[in-house]
C-alpha cells in the first residue's frame, strides 16, 4: 500500500506536496500508540487493524471506552484543545495509521474546509461513544459489560468461541470490575448454559443469550 491508495481509503485527496509529507506509522500487537500525559506529533488516520482506548479512574482502575477500526483518528482532540494525549491507545491488531505531521496539519489543512467536516465528523464520534461507554460503566450491571465486551469482540478470529483464563483479570480491570465478580457472572450463566469452563478456557454455548444479556451496548 502507497499514500495514495490510504487516501483513496479515506477517500480524502491532497496536492501532491502535501502528500509527500505524509508517513505511515505501523504498530505490533499489544503495542502502545498513544499515552495518557505525552505530547501529541500529529493525526492518525487508521488505515488496516484496529486498537482500543483505555481511561484510568483516579482509583487507578483502567476503564474501557472503546474498540476502534477504520476510520478511524487520533490526535484531533489534543489538537483541537492543545492539550496532551487524554487516553491510553493500545494495538488490538496490528495498526497501520496513515500519519499527518502536526506542523503540515497547521501548515496546509488547518482551514481546509472538506478535512475539517471529517475531523468533525470523528469527534462527534467520539462523543457519543464516550457517552454510552461513560453511561455503561456507571450503570449496568457486571453482566451486562461483560456480555457487551464479549459482543464487541466476537469479530475477531483470535477469539472464536473460546476466552482464555487467564485474561480476566485484564477483562475485569477494561470493564471496572473484579475477577471475583466476573467468576461469579460466570458461574451464573454456566448454571444457565449459556457458557462452560473446559480446560482450555471459556467456551461461548448460547450466543443469542450473550446478546441478549448485552442489551445492545457496544463498546465501539
Not at 499515552?35 to 486498537?51: F, W
Not at 449496568?140 to 480476566?168: E, G
Not at 461461548?204 to 446478546?211: N, Y
Amino acid at each position: 500500500m502507497n499514500i495514495n491508495d490510504a487516501l483513496k481509503k479515506w477517500k480524502v485527496s491532497f496536492p501532491k506536496e502535501i502528500a509527500n509529507k505524509l508517513t505511515f506509522r505501523i504498530y505490533k500487537q499489544g503495542e502502545s500508540i498513544l499515552q495518557t500525559g505525552s505530547a501529541i506529533d500529529g493525526l492518525y488516520l487508521l488505515v488496516e487493524g484496529r486498537y482500543y482506548v483505555t481511561t484510568k479512574e483516579v482509583t487507578g482502575k483502567e476503564l474501557l471506552l472503546r474498540y476502534c477500526n477504520p476510520p478511524a483518528i487520533l490526535g484531533d482532540i489534543e489538537i483541537f484543545q492543545s492539550c496532551s494525549v487524554q487516553s491510553d491507545c493500545i494495538a488490538d491488531r496490528a495498526c497501520v495509521f496513515l500519519f499527518i505531521p502536526l506542523t503540515v496539519y497547521q501548515t496546509h489543512l488547518q482551514y481546509d474546509g472538506a478535512f475539517s467536516q471529517l475531523l468533525l465528523k470523528e469527534l462527534t464520534f467520539k462523543l457519543q461513544t464516550c457517552t454510552i461507554s461513560s453511561r455503561v460503566n456507571a450503570l449496568a450491571a457486571v453482566s451486562t459489560r461483560f456480555a457487551a465486551y464479549l459482543c464487541t469482540i466476537a469479530s475477531d478470529t483470535q477469539f472464536q468461541h473460546y476466552m482464555s483464563t487467564t485474561n480476566l483479570n485484564d477483562i475485569a480491570s477494561l470493564i471496572g470490575t473484579t475477577k471475583r465478580h466476573l467468576n461469579r457472572v460466570l458461574k451464573d450463566w454456566a448454571n444457565l448454559n449459556i457458557v462452560e469452563r473446559t480446560d482450555e478456557g471459556i467456551r461461548i454455548l448460547d450466543w443469542s443469550q450473550i446478546e441478549a444479556l448485552s442489551e445492545n451496548v457496544r463498546y465501539e
